[in-house]
């Protein structure tokens, strides 16, 4: 059990994580010759790969030694069934409302081996590194507080997940991007691991790539 000081410790060095991870982003934005890189098609997969990858798995495995709150845990097809069924229905319903996302559109453009790597670090590079920061140190802010603080720990975490991938700009994108949050959320939470939303966010994003490239 955590004390209260403890608690609101554990809380901010979650939030914490989150905040270092995504002002990471603009750090990188800012270093010299991004603007080609963007250019170029590699800024996706330098930013991931080179570092909001490695910085995530890196605080997952302090944070985790230290607390032993963010296991990897196992994966079965028990475990997947329930919320996978639970994304394909969504994708099912935002597909009848679904419109243009001009920065997919983008991906079009890309060819040979920037092609290959955006791909890559879409499908799983990003979702990795999301789902740690997200399913793991956002919804592991409202650890301690109770029922009451895990329901806004995933209102939270997902309202933000929503709110950060500003790439997109379509109303039906967002409103699925806060129910995928919702649905992966719920899947950390009952199966008690985070490569079950890991496995569960690369599927959907390979599918989406699949769709969009195929």
């Known amino acids: 059990m955590f ?11 979650c939030i914490g994580a989150f905040v270092s991870w995504y002002c990471l ?49 196992k994966v079965t097809l ?3 069934a329930p919320p996978a069924a639970a994304l394909i229905f969504i994708t ?26 955006t ?11 999301e789902e740690v920061i997200f399913r793991g140190f956002l919804l592991n802010a409202g650890l301690g507080f109770g029922k009451r603080g895990e329901q806004i720990a995933i209102l ?3 309202l933000i997940f929503m709110l950060v991938h500003t790439q997109y700009q379509q109303p039906a994108t967002f409103v699925f991007l806060f129910l995928f949050s919702v649905i992966l959320c719920y899947a950390r ?6 490569l ?13 790539m699949a769709v969009l490239l195929g």
Request: net charge neutral; glycine share 6%; proline share 7%.
């Open 3 to 13: 004390s209260d000081a403890q608690r609101l410790n554990h809380t901010l060095i």
């Open 78 to 80: 028990a475990r997947l």
């Open 25 to 73: 982003m603009f750090l990188v934005a800012m270093l010299p010759g991004y603007g080609a890189l963007y250019r170029s098609g590699l800024a996706i997969p330098v930013i991931f790969g080179l570092f909001q990858l490695p910085f995530s798995l890196i605080l997952w495995r302090h944070y985790h030694r230290h607390y032993g709150t963010l296991p990897s845990g």
């Open 119 to 129: 791909v890559v670090s879409i499908c799983l590079l990003a979702p990795v590194s």
């Open 196 to 208: 079950v939303p890991i496995i569960l966010h690369a599927m959907c994003n390979t599918y989406t």
């Open 92 to 117: 099912l319903i935002y597909s009848l409302f679904e419109e243009p996302e001009p920065w997919l559109e983008t991906l079009n453009q890309l060819s040979g081996i920037h092609l290959v790597l």
């Open 189 to 194: 939470l009952y199966t008690r691991s985070l």
């Open 156 to 158: 939270a975490t997902s």
